[in-house]
């Protein structure tokens, strides 16, 4: 049985956020809950993770253990079936260096080429990558337009 005694509150009334350094009269003025001195009772001070005063973070200090592919992955260029239609014309290749000559891609690129699926593709266009996604081979095939796999 529900009774007054029983009831709670189940919206509480949220607490305004206190307002820092506003005069003696808000608790929390003169020095803003920062201290007198240093570095950070200065307006602007943020210190970066582990900063140590200009001492040698102790992080850096640690021997750097592990592996990372990282600097094995070569990057990758993707490319949606939508952005060949719009780029590309009836008859032309599509290719890392077609890209570099549309000013797609960069011109020093080590960078090979993934074909995806997005959008849908009109144009009449051969097509040099390095690797397709499934469903960009399905619309491919769909479309029954050329398309070679490079190494």
């Keep these: 049985m529900i009774t007054l005694s029983t009831l709670k509150n189940e919206h509480p009334k949220v607490k305004p956020k206190r307002r820092l350094g506003r005069g003696p009269g808000s608790k929390k003025g003169k020095t803003a809950a920062r201290g007198y001195n240093g570095y950070k009772s200065r307006s602007g001070s ?34 949606n079936l939508s952005k060949i239609n719009e780029i590309y014309n009836d008859g032309e290749v599509v290719s890392i260096a077609t890209l570099i000559e549309k000013k797609q891609a960069p011109r020093k690129t080590k960078a090979t080429l993934k074909i995806l699926a997005n959008g849908e593709i009109d144009k009449k266009v051969t097509i040099e990558a390095h690797s397709f996604s499934k469903t960009a081979i399905k619309k491919l095939e769909e479309k029954k337009l050329t398309y070679k796999k490079l190494k």
């Design 46 to 79: 943020k210190k970066r993770f582990g900063y140590e005063g200009g001492q040698m973070r102790t992080f850096s200090k640690l021997p750097k253990k592990g592996f990372s592919r990282g600097r094995f992955l070569k990057p990758i260029i993707e490319l």
